[in-house]
């Protein structure tokens, strides 16, 4: 720790001695390394991307820094520098939710829809330490918001058809804005049959029908105070997932919040939001229509979480500043009941969470310091208590079995700190930063019993006695920008200590039939993990437009084993073409042959792929009404194909055509 301190304050003494040069002084910021994917308002929705109506998970796939694990049709598991979720943070304006599925078949990204999201911010490593305990990152999806610019009434109906899958999409949208209030709601409905991989294969269970349901209301007073309500209600149900041994008969939510925000006047202090919050998951993963199952199961979870945040931004000086002061409590409980064929023989049951109750309470700050008009320093803190209690008896027996001596609750401190340098000057821009950050081990790492991984084919049993997992963390970026070209390269790289994985132990049997073993979870000395990606984008003419990503990846443990789901070289390149109210975009993405796969993890090597799509569009305006019409082909050449990420090589779509249609009022 002493050696990560001394290492941040050089670097902040070089950045400072080399400001020190510059003689004139000034408070705008200069930009930040921060990612944001701007999927658009509602109103300019179509001006954004060629598939109006694609699922959050193939927007978020636009980011070199994010990846999405596919175990089905629906609800893929975003990983951002390489790593899942237990060592990231995903929030929906800012709040934090917990999946109640033990198999993570319940992302957070699930309970949004693309037509009530403005934005997603993606943040690399302890740059998004601002939303909790990370290693890895953090994205926040934004919803939209009216402003009280544009007052009066606006509607919308969004509707698509996609012949891969006979998926049917049909969602409305209906804001109302005056002087002083507004209200936005939204509403939004799949249903999609099974869809067939490349050659026309069908891939069974790869159905889901879901409906989203998202109001937000305000009320503004005094001119600077705003009161703001919000509500998600998301219900899937009949949603298969060929990659896995069940399907889910039913995945609900209940997402609640209330915020005051307000604006001092004449004050240091430009705005103060705080916001509380309460939202309840429920998950039930279901066999019923899968044939020759061995043992019938019920495994329902449930998740509940009640949180606030405080939020004070202000300026002092050439000082902007940041205090956060964040908690939430949560309770996660899953169950399993086994009903044997033969009705003579006992049903079994236990819990697989055992009821975890978990407190986390922190104060985040960060200080950007303008060293002149064209560089700033930006340092970061954070101090937190993560708490954690095992509230049923017979779960905390059951794992006793396993840890005689563990106590039912156990309290980690959990810190981070960061620092990173910023200069942007005549289109050239680089930067440069160090971090140190800790998490503490997810419900499923420190208290899941007899979990089954069909990755690997093992059963897992959690290890309350984990320490906290530790990274050291460094970054670079480098870009150039004129009006016509813009290009930037960033990486990171993680030395990541007590990393948490699964060891296989022999003197264990497991509960799954035909289960390879059992794993207990276990910290690593370390693990290294390096992210690179290249970003390119060319104004060829006054219509044409190319963009061009590369992205590498590289992960290995401390034996030098490679670490699964590392992707292998990634790339995608795209001509668009506009003029007037048409567009039209070809693209090309694939990815090179898997070197660096990990048996040792249970991963195999994954061939090479290179799929072509095709999408055009025409806007136009009928009196006060507008119209856009986007009709594409998704993997032209009906490519049959899966990527690393694709959980047990599950494909991918085959040739999928698809027309979705956007019209507003």
Same mark, same amino acid.
């Given at each position: ?158 509707? +698509? @058809?996609?012949?891969?899958? &006979? ?12 002087? #002083? /209030? =507004? ?123 009640? +949180? @606030?945040?405080?939020?004070? &931004? ?12 964040? #908690? /939430? =409590? ?124 069909? @990755? ?210």
């Amino acid at each position: 720790m002493k050696k990560i301190i001394f290492l941040l304050l050089l670097q902040c003494i070089a950045a400072i001695s080399l400001s020190a040069q510059e003689q004139s002084k000034d408070t705008v910021v200069p930009k930040i390394l921060n990612e944001v994917i701007v999927i658009g308002k509602k109103a300019q929705l179509y001006q954004k991307q060629p598939k109006l109506l694609a699922t959050i998970d193939e927007y978020l796939q636009q980011s070199g820094k994010v990846e999405m694990i596919k175990r089905g049709g629906y609800a893929w598991e975003p990983i951002i520098n390489s790593m899942a979720t237990e060592r990231t943070v995903i929030t929906i304006d800012g709040m934090r939710i917990f999946g109640a599925c033990t198999d993570k078949m319940d992302p957070i990204t699930s309970y949004v829809e693309i037509s009530n999201l403005s934005e997603a911010i993606i943040k690399s490593g302890q740059q998004g330490g601002c939303h909790g305990a990370t290693i890895g990152g953090a994205i926040d999806l934004k919803r939209n918001r009216s402003k009280f610019a544009d007052l009066g009434w606006e509607t919308a109906v969004n509707t +698509g @058809f996609e012949t891969n899958s &006979k998926q049917k999409i049909i969602g409305t949208t209906i804001n109302y804005v005056d002087s #002083s /209030f =507004y209200v936005d709601t939204d509403f939004m409905y799949r249903d999609a049959e099974n869809y067939s991989s490349g050659n026309n294969q069908e891939v069974l269970f790869s159905q889901f029908k879901k409906f989203n349901v998202s109001t937000t209301s305000g009320f503004i007073f005094n001119k600077n105070k705003l009161i703001e309500a919000s509500l998600i209600y998301d219900k899937a149900t009949d949603v298969g997932y060929p990659a896995l041994p069940m399907d889910v008969s039913l995945a609900e939510a209940l997402i609640t919040s209330l915020k005051f925000e307000y604006a001092p006047k004449l004050s240091k202090i430009e705005n103060w939001e705080t916001k509380i919050y309460y939202n309840t998951v429920t998950h039930r993963m279901d066999d019923t229509k899968r044939p020759l199952v061995a043992i019938h199961m019920d495994m329902p979870g449930w998740s509940d979480t009640y +949180g @606030f945040y405080s939020k004070v &931004k202000g300026v002092f000086k050439n000082h902007h500043f940041m205090a956060d002061l964040n #908690s /939430f =409590y949560n309770r996660s409980i899953a169950e399993m009941t086994m009903y044997p064929n033969n009705p003579n023989e006992n049903v079994m049951f236990m819990f697989t969470w055992p009821d975890v109750r978990t407190s986390y309470g922190g104060l985040f700050l960060e200080d950007n310091v303008v060293l002149n008009p064209y560089s700033s320093l930006k340092f970061s803190a954070s101090l937190a208590n993560h708490f954690n209690k095992v509230a049923n008896q017979l779960g905390l027996e059951s794992l006793q079995i396993f840890y005689p001596n563990m106590k039912e609750s156990k309290n980690r401190i959990l810190k981070s700190v960061s620092s990173n340098y910023f200069h942007n000057k005549n289109g050239f821009e680089y930067g440069f930063g160090l971090a140190y950050g800790e998490r503490a081990s997810s419900v499923s790492e420190g208290y899941g019993f007899y979990l089954f991984n069909s @990755f690997d084919r093992f059963d897992y049993i959690g290890n309350p006695e984990l320490k906290n997992e530790k990274s050291v963390e460094g970054n670079v970026s480098l870009g150039y920008a004129t009006k016509k070209l813009s290009a930037k390269i960033t990486s990171s790289y993680f030395h990541i200590s007590d990393f948490i994985v699964g060891k296989p132990d022999p003197t264990l049997i497991p509960m799954t039939i035909g289960a390879s073993g059992v794993k207990i979870y276990t910290a690593l000395e370390y693990a290294t993990i390096f992210n690179t990606d290249l970003n390119i984008e060319y104004q060829i003419t006054a219509n044409f437009k190319g963009k061009g990503q590369l992205v590498y990846n590289y992960g290995k443990d401390f034996e030098k084993r490679n670490l699964p789901f590392i992707s292998p070289l990634r790339y995608s390149a795209s001509l668009n073409y506009k003029v007037n109210k048409f567009s039209a975009e070809i693209m090309v993405q694939g990815n090179a042959v898997q070197t660096q796969f990990s048996p040792f993890y249970g991963e195999d090597r994954t061939p090479d792929y290179a799929i072509l799509n095709l999408a055009s569009g025409y806007s136009f305006g009928i009196e006060k009404s507008k119209w856009n019409i986007r009709v594409g082909i998704e993997n032209i050449l009906d490519t049959n194909y899966s990527t690393f990420s694709d959980w047990n090589n599950i494909p991918r779509k085959g040739r999928n055509f698809f027309l979705n249609i956007n019209f507003a009022y």
